[in-house]
């Protein structure tokens, strides 16, 4: 997640957002997981999908490819 967000945007102000909104969500820009996790059991990204359709992040993405 921390790659990705740092793709879509360098502004320090959407990154400090992103990060208290997954704060808030019980949630990092990075995650750890084991080998077991990650190879075979899996893991969920439910709470970077429910971020990524929130409109703050959106209309900010908007802002972010207009500017690029």
Request: no cysteine; aromatic share 6%; hydrophobic share 50%.
């Given at each position: 997640m921390a790659k990705i967000?740092?793709?879509f945007t360098d502004a320090d102000y959407l990154l400090s957002t992103l990060d208290e909104m997954l704060?808030?969500?019980?949630e990092k820009l990075t995650r750890t997981h084991t080998v077991r996790e990650l190879l075979f059991d899996g893991?969920?990204?439910q709470s970077f999908l429910?971020?990524?359709k929130d409109p703050l992040i959106e209309s900010a993405g908007?802002?972010?490819a207009a500017a690029g």
């Open positions: 967000a740092h793709d704060v808030a969500k019980g893991f969920t990204v429910d971020l990524a908007k802002e972010a």
